[in-house]
Every structure is written in C-alpha cells, then in structure tokens.
C-alpha cells in the first residue's frame, strides 16, 4: 500500500508537524516494513516510477512464493509410486500331463476306465501308485494296469513304472459297478512319482461324469448309463 503524507501548511501549527517543503511517502512491504521516500530540500524527488518498480518487486517475490509452494504441493501430491519389480516367480509346469485321450471297456458287470499321460520333463521318472478319485459312491476299484482298456496282457501292473522322457503310456482301472447304471459319476485320477531325489503327486483329467461310457446290464438298459 503507498500512502503519501503531505505536510501541513504552516498556519496549522500542531503535534506531528512536519517540514511544510518535505512531501513523504511509505510504500508498505509487509508487516513492519515501511520504505520512505522523502522529497524537499534534504533530497532529490523520486519519481513515480520509482514507486511503480517497487510494487512490481513486491508482486514478483509474492508470485515466485506462492508458485514455489504450490508446486512442492503439487509434487508431493503427484508422486510417482515405485516400479514393481519385474521379476516374477517363474512357473512350475508339472511332469506328468493327460494327452485327453481316454478308453473303457465293459467286463461283464464291471467297467475299466483308463487315460493316457505322457512325461513332459526332460529325464525319466518312476510311476508309484495309481489312485482313483470318486467324488461319489457307486464304483469300487479293483485293479489298476498300465496299458490301455482291454489289452492282454496289459503293459504291467503295480508300482514302479519307469516312463521315459516325452514318452506316453496308459493308466487303467477296473472298477466294480454297485448301481444299476454308472452314468452319473464322475471319476478322475492321481499318480505318484518320483524322479531323482524328487517325489509328487500328478492330478490327471478324467471322465466328468460316465453319461457317455456305454455300460448295459439287465438293471441298467442301453441308453441309461
């Protein structure tokens, strides 16, 4: 704010009287902080552009102010949050896969249902035990092989079957039915393995359900299953 006092004449005596030839001006900086600029015989006149330059100093410092802390705010506020890493866990492929080829054979009142696999690492592995996985009552297993349903003689059966690297055998089991028609069940299959100093479990698909296994007997006419 510039504020100009002019000095009182001469004929009005008073408190406060100032040098009737001296003309001051403040130019108010803040809080405080008054320039004066003093004209008379004591000094040459400053000129109002004097008083013009000034404001304009005091409007860029409040300017260069307020854009600082805007944009330290603005920063703080926009921040970059850090790179993920893009390192990833790597995957786990399991050895032992399905080749969804499947097979099964009626045996008078009983059913053999089998899947083929395959091992897809890179060295031979040994297949232990074959288990059926039957989410509902109905079958009973009773036999396991490895060789496709109906071969005689089957590839082998028991544990330990040795299965080559990238090679493909068959898994069967025989199971005796305990209802009339099979058709709703579904039935599934697990093997153990080892390989080296390694043992695991291998999940293999099987048969959602038997609806289209075709299974007959006197209880269970054709179509039925």
């Given amino acids: 704010m510039i504020k100009f006092v002019k ?26 902080n008054t320039d004066i600029i003093q004209s008379g015989p004591d000094g040459p006149p400053r000129p109002p552009q004097r008083i013009a330059v000034g404001l304009a100093l005091v409007l860029i410092v ?8 805007f944009g330290n705010r ?12 893009s390192s990833t866990t790597p995957v786990v492929v399991q050895p032992i896969a399905g080749t ?3 097979c099964s054979v009626q ?16 060295t031979t592995m040994t297949l232990r035990q074959v288990q059926a ?28 079957y040795p299965l080559p690297a990238g090679a493909t055998t068959w898994l069967t089991i025989t199971f005796d039915v305990l209802v009339p028609c099979p058709g709703p069940i579904p039935v ?16 293999l698909p099987g048969f959602p359900d038997l609806g289209d296994v075709p299974y ?4 269970c006419p054709p179509g039925s299953s």
């Fill in 100 to 102: 969804s080829k499947r």
């Fill in 74 to 85: 603005h920063r703080a506020t926009t921040a970059t949050p850090g790179t993920p890493s």
């Fill in 62 to 69: 409040a300017a260069a102010m307020t854009g600082y802390l």
């Fill in 133 to 160: 996985v039957l989410p509902l009552h109905g079958l009973r297993p009773s036999v396991t092989t490895w060789g496709s349903c109906g071969q005689l003689p089957p590839a082998a059966s028991g544990d330990n």
């Fill in 188 to 203: 599934r299959f697990t093997v153990d393995y080892t390989q080296g100093s390694r043992s695991g479990t291998a999940d």
């Fill in 7 to 32: 000095a009182r004449d001469a004929d009005q005596p008073g408190p406060g009287l100032v040098d009737p030839d001296v003309a001051v001006a403040s130019v108010q900086l803040g809080q405080g």
């Fill in 107 to 122: 045996l008078k009142d009983r059913l053999q249902l089998g899947v083929e696999i395959i091992n897809q690492s890179t």
């Fill in 216 to 219: 007959t007997s006197t209880k």
